[in-house]
């Protein structure tokens, strides 16, 4: 008996020995385990391996049903787990829609940046740039967008929409004349003439109208004169007193027995008395003789006739050219030169010649101003209407039934009776709903009248969103 019960002392001795074996594996490998469980976790942010996945179902799921918060929260977490274009695009986008624009545009900026430009992306951004009126940023991105991702792109498409839109800036005028240094010569239903700068707005507070505007002389132009000014424009009152008036609206030092002046430039002025045509220097003095008829002075050359025929002069007084055309082309501020050649008529036709009195191009049948001196003028000859810069070169043609010059690469174009206009690089931008168009300046404002039936008031500034 003593035998057997210490031999069954041993057994159960070592099946409890066998069991704290076991037991004692068991804690380890559940300790190894759920150390490698936790280094699993740590490695994948805390989240399980499939988590990401579930967060982007979740936020398709969400989307679908029409919870766009509630889906770009999903996606936004699942994208903290992984990076992805496409879900970042789609957050990108959403929350554009949805109206947090500030996420939105932070995940367009993060995939620009990542890819090296989008096209998706670069559109919204630009949106952006527009529905927050921050049109240089809007032009900036399209430039950016332009270098980034090329002309035939989907980007470069897509432009056409974006810069059709426009907003009515100031309207209700009888008449606007072309944009010159940054402004437009505005008459009213009484009228009387004011200027109004690219905002639609009257210049810098602009007091007094006048019976008419003659020309205007940037700040940079002066030459010595009225430094204490900005703008000095050039005019008559309405007693018909003729001189210049500064941006206040004030009469300023001016010469004295004129009927007409000219802008001050170049530092002459153009002056017409009972005699005829003269130069005057910024001392009033003449320095010419006297002409039938002469121009403003511009880019350093102008243009004054003689015995029925024109010739072009230089600020000297010398001609460049003989007197030996019909007519010389000018603008509503009797300029021939803003891009520094001038366009002459001979037997009919125009020649483009160049301050040194050159021809640059001939043959031409119709031909319109320069409006800028960087600008494109619209021209006709035997290969219909183009748009050429001041060296001569065609930059432009277009099937039209009548082009418009500009400032900047959009044009005025006719079809039947009305006008619309064209961009260089992208086509029809705005289809032909306007009685009368002008060109686009610098600052994308465009001078149009509404109604082609003599109505007043029916002029008015455009301002295109994006130029």
């Known amino acids: 008996m003593g035998k057997n019960k210490e031999k069954n002392n041993k057994k159960n001795n070592k099946k409890k020995k066998q069991s704290k074996l076991v037991a004692g594996l068991f804690i380890i490998g559940t300790v190894s385990l759920t150390a490698f469980g936790w280094y699993i ?110 002309n035939n792109s989907l980007f470069a498409e897509n432009l056409n929409q974006i ?41 810098l507070g602009i007091t007094a109208n006048l019976a008419e505007i003659y020309g205007i002389t940037a700040a940079g132009e002066h030459d010595g004169m009225w430094e204490d000014s900005g703008i000095i424009y050039a005019g008559k009152d309405g007693n018909g007193r003729v001189g210049f ?56 050359i102008a243009a004054v006739k003689r015995n029925g025929k024109w010739a072009l002069i230089n600020t000297e007084m010398k001609n460049i050219t003989e007197f030996k055309y019909d007519d010389i082309l000018r603008d509503e501020f009797n300029q021939c030169s ?46 219909g209407w183009q748009a050429i810069d001041k060296a001569g070169n065609v930059i432009f043609k277009y099937d039209c039934d009548e082009l418009g010059s500009s400032h900047i690469g959009i044009l005025p174009y006719r079809s039947g009776e009305l006008w619309g206009y064209v961009s260089i690089e992208n086509g029809v931008i705005i289809e032909p709903v306007f009685g009368e168009a002008k060109g686009v300046n610098e600052n994308g404002a465009a001078p149009v009248e509404y109604a082609k039936d003599g109505s007043e008031g029916s002029w008015t500034v455009i301002k295109f969103m994006v130029y």
Not at 246 to 252: F, L, N, Q, V
Not at 345 to 353: F, K, Q, V
């Open 338 to 383: 803003v891009s520094g050649a001038a366009f002459a008529l001979a037997d009919g036709r125009y020649e483009l010649i160049s301050g040194d009195g050159t021809v640059i191009k001939k043959d031409i049948d119709v031909a319109k101003p320069f409006v800028s001196p960087k600008g494109y003028a619209a021209i006709f000859d035997e290969n």
């Open 41 to 150: 976790l740590v490695k994948s942010g805390g989240r399980t391996v499939n988590e990401y996945d579930v967060l982007i179902e979740k936020g398709r799921e969400y989307l679908e049903q029409g919870f766009y918060k509630d889906g770009t929260k999903e996606l936004i977490k699942a994208e903290a787990i992984k990076k992805d274009t496409d879900v970042e695009i789609k957050i990108a986008e959403t929350c554009y829609a949805i109206g947090d624009y500030t996420t939105s545009t932070a995940y367009a900026d993060l995939v620009n940046g990542r890819t090296g430009g989008n096209e998706k992306m670069y559109k919204l951004l630009i949106d952006d740039a527009i529905r927050s009126k921050n049109y240089e940023e809007a032009n900036r991105l399209i430039n950016e967008g332009r270098e980034v991702l090329g």
């Open 245 to 300: 008036y500064d941006e206040a609206g004030a009469y300023r030092v001016s010469p004295i027995g004129y009927s007409y002046i000219s802008a001050f430039r170049n530092g002459l002025v153009a002056a017409k008395n009972e005699s005829g045509y003269v130069y005057l220097d910024k001392d009033f003095k003449v320095i010419s003789e006297v002409y039938e008829d002469a121009t403003t002075f511009c880019g350093g």
């Open 163 to 203: 810069k059709g839109e426009f907003a009515d800036y100031y309207g209700g005028y009888n008449y606007l004349s072309e944009y010159f240094n940054g402004y437009t010569v505005a008459t009213d239903i009484a009228n009387n003439s004011e200027l109004l700068n690219s905002e639609g707005n009257l210049s």
